[in-house]
């Protein structure tokens, strides 16, 4: 599994959330466990948070395996008691994905040439051409959004944190965050009932 590769490569270090007294090798294997649990139950989330933001699944792929390498070095940091796992772990991604724009010198929007191309040529073709067409539709959607407008989509329908948590991470109001997310959606609704009547702008 890479999680625990991964908690291999990083040496005898101990801690973490999943700390337990004992001997070195019982701290070795509860902090290897743990943190595989934590990359199991996370990391698809982690996922499709930073995949909102780049719109590019390898690229997506890269980062979150950068996320979980952070996490790892971090893992005897984390304190239960200040955030949740989700939200330290989104916190990671999120100046990950923001270091990376910032050193590739990238404007942080979804352009649409990192939308899909081509379906696989396997049975049920038309509908997977339509299903990546509307992928490409809100990316595109998306890129149009003020930034933050686009952190605050991601976080929510990408990393499934509530208006709450959302709040906390941006240092934005809860009302704030959940006014900007309702004209968000509606503009990025209007845009798709516009496209699938064949009257995009």
């Known amino acids: 599994m890479l999680a625990q590769a991964m908690v291999a490569e990083e040496g005898h270090q101990t801690g973490g959330p999943g700390n337990d007294s004992g001997d070195s090798d019982d701290h070795a294997r509860s902090r ?23 719109g590019n699944a390898s690229l997506a ?11 790892l070095r971090h893992f005897d940091s984390y304190k239960r008691e200040k955030a949740k796992l989700s939200t330290w772990l989104t916190a990671i991604a999120r100046n990950t994905v923001t270091d990376y724009f910032r050193k590739s010198s990238r404007v942080e929007v979804v352009r649409e040439d990192d939308a899909p191309e ?10 997977q051409v ?6 490409r539709q809100l990316k595109l959607g998306l890129s149009t959004l003020p930034q933050l407008d686009q952190d605050i989509i991601s976080l ?8 709450r948590e ?11 965050v959940g006014t900007r997310l309702y004209r ?4 990025l609704r209007d845009a798709f009932t516009g496209w699938g009547n064949g009257t995009e702008g």
């Open 32 to 54: 290897r466990e743990a943190f595989a649990e934590m990359y199991d139950n996370h990391m698809p989330g982690v996922y499709r948070y930073i995949c909102y933001r780049v």
């Open 130 to 135: 339509a299903r990546l067409e509307e992928v």
């Open 118 to 127: 081509e379906a696989s040529r396997e049975p049920g073709v038309e509908e």
């Open 156 to 163: 929510k329908f990408g990393a499934g944190m509530n208006n």
């Open 166 to 176: 959302i709040a906390r991470m941006l240092k934005v109001s809860e009302s704030n």
């Open 184 to 187: 968000a959606v509606k503009r």
């Open 61 to 71: 792929e890269d980062l979150t395996a950068d996320v979980f390498e952070k996490a």
